[in-house]
Nanobody, 124 residues
């Protein structure tokens, strides 16, 4: 059965970089669109960035455009989120998620499988 294992979170200073990864196990990754979502304490989970099954299409939340880059390596069944110029408001638990679709629509209700989450804290 499909399992997503996300990792790479930690404590970073404002302005710093961090890269998250998500290993997809137990399925053919090129059949799934995958995305990153985040949830801060007391707030709803929101879409950060999503990518199509082929990797050819992406989208980003306005709050992270120009700072974050999503990518995937289907040969190794791995998803990445490169985060640069981090801000304190980026602090949240970050989750990768997948759905059996070719498209990159970043709507959380459509995603059926979720990783366990990895904590990102941006603070000086």
């Amino acid at each position: 059965q499909l399992q997503l294992v996300d990792a790479g979170g930690g404590l970073v200073q404002p302005g710093g970089p961090l890269r998250l990864s998500c290993a997809a196990l137990g399925f053919t990754s090129d059949l799934f669109a995958i995305g990153w979502f985040r949830q801060a304490p007391g707030k709803v989970r929101e879409g950060v960035s999503c990518i199509s099954s082929s990797g050819g299409s992406t989208n980003y939340a306005d709050s992270v455009k120009g700072r974050f880059t999503i990518s995937r390596d289907n040969a190794n069944n791995t998803l990445y989120l490169q985060m640069n110029s981090l801000k304190p408001e980026d602090t949240a638990i970050y989750y990768c998620a997948a759905r059996r679709s070719s498209q990159a629509m970043c709507i959380k209700g459509l995603f059926t499988r979720w990783g366990q989450g990895t904590q990102v804290t941006v603070s000086s």
